[in-house]
């Protein structure tokens, strides 16, 4: 998501940070540059031209243009923009504060991912906030729709309401929230049924079963795709529904991101949650500052070690570094590390959170850094007796060719699994003897490119 718009301001955020002086001439320019970059990234007018007009208020005050970095306080003011254009210091959470069950409607038209994004929702809330959750499907027009999320409840080890054939979606809704009470759930999650276009007769189902349930919290489920029409559908069912908050899905496919940065302003509904892969983990809450980061090539940190957290056991974690230290460190250890990288969700979007990543991805697609190359290695280790893992100098030219051929790999793969695997222990043991110094040595790129600006 945001990949134009960020490769864009990128250039822009270089090019000022070289310049020691800025006149307003200047200031102009890059504000036109700017202005470009957010109607190709598929932003509003409206939005483009009220943040054009902040940033030029903002840029050509005394302080920046006579300070020591004025390209540096011209990037700030674009981010602190950014921030306050996404939602400032608001908080995405849902809202738990009412009598349980908790109800939880979400709306959208059909395709826009609801069904998905009832489960990972489900999934997020059992798993972080420790509650009890029951589905439902309001779908009774879509073929398998009810199904469908029954699957995914196993797939999470969440309870579905069984559907009945011929019930109306307000009576699945009663008794959804009727059974919630009776057996002590904490949430109830309603997913409703959507249409191709906004039509009256989806708006007057939406209403009847929001006025039943008064549900806590009414999110929209958009497709980040659609571009502006999202923005336009937002405000649509924002007029009949009132809505609590925006999911998007699909923004790991949006490499605009325009629908994300006008919608807080047209809307004024905050976007609470963003589906960033196939995955049930793959939902992210919206923080504004740490999309305005990544936006700018800051990256997210913060994000890519709370996505950390929530696959890597601290205990192992440790471990694994002791191991490395010593030494120790097998291609059993390595084969477990590659499986955490990939419960972390999209590799590119991993990579597209740390700082510097615009230089970071050629070197890691020069090393094959990507979902097919992590399963590719997998297989090579698991073709691998518990001897070979263990001691990989064991590994004759005659082995190798069984492993290739056991993983359906080629000789050359095995090789160059075998070369990262080594790498790995002399960076580790370089980094050990000259602290980090010594491991950015053996990946070639200076400490400093890895570090963000910080704006406090």
């Known amino acids: 998501m945001f990949q134009s718009l960020s490769s864009a301001l990128e250039a822009i955020s270089e090019k000022l940070e070289k310049r020691s002086a800025i006149k307003k001439a200047d200031v102009d320019h890059e504000i036109e540059k700017i202005k470009t970059a957010l109607l190709d990234a598929d932003v509003a007018i409206q939005v483009v031209d009220s943040f054009a007009e902040k940033i030029k208020a903002g840029s050509i005050g005394q302080e920046v243009l006579r300070s020591v970095t004025p390209g540096q306080m011209i990037i700030k003011v674009v981010y602190d923009q950014l921030v306050e254009l996404l939602g400032g210091e608001e908080k995405h959470e849902l809202n738990f504060n009412a009598a349980p069950p908790v109800s939880i409607v979400l709306a959208g038209l059909q395709g826009s991912g609801k069904t998905t994004t009832a489960a ?118 924002n007029d009949k529904i009132e809505l609590s ?71 192992e974690a440790e471990k694994t570094t002791k191991k490395l230290l010593k030494g120790q460190f097998t291609l059993d250890d390595m084969a477990k590390q590659l499986g955490q990288v990939k419960k972390m969700g999209n590799l590119e979007g991993l990579i597209n959170m740390l700082p510097g990543a615009k230089k970071i991805k050629p070197k890691l697609l020069e090393a094959n850094v990507n979902e097919q190359g992590i399963a590719r290695q997998e297989a090579i280790i698991k073709s691998m007796t518990i001897a070979e893992r263990r001691n990989p100098k064991i590994l004759n030219g005659s082995r190798r060719r069984r492993i290739a051929k056991g993983s359906g790999t080629t000789v050359q793969d095995v090789n160059r699994l075998l070369k990262q695997y080594k790498q790995m222990l002399l960076m580790v043991k370089k980094a050990g003897k000259k602290g980090m110094k010594g491991l950015f040595d053996m990946t070639g790129m200076p400490p400093g490119e890895l570090i963000p600006p910080r704006f406090n």
């Not at 589905?135 to 027009?141: E, N």
């Not at 008064?214 to 559908?233: C, F, H, I, K, R």
């Open 120 to 237: 990972k929702l489900a999934n997020r809330i059992t798993q972080l906030h420790k509650k009890k959750v029951l589905m439902a499907s309001l779908d009774v027009y879509r073929p398998a729709a009810q199904q469908q999320l029954q699957q995914l409840g196993k797939k999470i080890d969440v309870n579905v309401l069984d559907p009945i054939f011929g019930e109306k979606p307000t009576a699945i809704s009663s008794r959804a929230i009727k059974a919630g009470r009776i057996e002590g759930y904490d949430v109830v999650i309603l997913d409703t049924a959507g249409r191709l276009h906004v039509d009256e007769t989806l708006m007057t189902e939406l209403q009847d079963v929001c006025h039943y349930v008064n549900p806590t919290e009414t999110l929209l489920v958009v497709d980040s795709m659609t571009g502006q029409d999202a923005v336009n559908l937002a405000s649509e069912f």
């Open 245 to 315: 908050g925006i999911a998007l899905t699909r923004v790991d496919g949006d490499a605009r991101g325009g629908a994300a940065l006008s919608m807080r302003a047209i809307t004024g509904k905050p976007i609470k949650f963003l589906g960033v892969g196939e995955s049930v983990g793959d939902l992210d809450t919206f923080d504004a500052k740490r999309v305005a980061s990544s936006i700018l090539g800051m990256g997210d940190i913060v994000g890519l070690v709370e996505k950390a957290e929530t696959v890597v056991n601290q205990e």
